[in-house]
């Protein structure tokens, strides 16, 4: 089972989500696609492939209000958990996605990926490769 647990402001992370989730499906992958704010840490912790979704927000941080009390609390239970990493961005160069795949690491996650879209995907290769990779997980 892939789990994938995200926020969205205005649907491009979303859309990310639903092309990662098509992919990890094709894949042969059983999935579920959850928003944040309806499900918790411990409930995604539970699973052992867990793909997490936040677009850049704030100047190149987690949104601060769901995204990083959630991550803060799952970041405990990510020993040894595969884990893939995803979100849209604006202007920027990507330094949110780094820096939150340094803090899953430094959590004991084995970070297997990450895919980054400007603004919004359209049939993205990196959704798609993100996909395969946790259905292959
Ligand atoms: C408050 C706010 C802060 C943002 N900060 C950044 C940023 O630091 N770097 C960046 O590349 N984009 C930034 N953006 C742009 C968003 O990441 C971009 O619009 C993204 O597509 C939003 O994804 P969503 O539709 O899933 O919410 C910011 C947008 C907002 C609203």
């Not at 579920?32 to 918790?40: A, F, G, K, W």
Request: aromatic share 8%; proline share 4%.
């Amino acid at each position: 089972m892939v789990e994938i647990a995200y926020w969205s402001g205005t649907g491009n992370t979303e859309a990310m989500a639903q092309e990662i989730a098509a992919a990890a499906k094709a894949a042969g992958a059983d999935v579920e696609s959850v928003l944040m704010e309806d499900t918790t840490p411990d409930a995604v912790a539970q699973h052992d492939v867990i793909l997490l979704g936040c677009p850049a927000m704030g100047s190149e941080e987690l949104e601060d209000s769901v995204v990083e009390p959630f991550f803060t609390a799952i970041a405990p239970k990510l020993s040894g958990k595969k884990v893939g990493l995803f979100g849209s961005y604006g202007w920027g160069t990507g330094e949110w996605i780094d820096t939150w795949k340094q803090r899953a690491q430094d959590a004991g996650a084995i970070v297997f990926g990450t895919a980054i879209v400007n603004e919004t995907p359209d049939n993205s290769e990196e959704c798609a490769a993100l996909g395969k990779a946790a259905a292959a997980q």
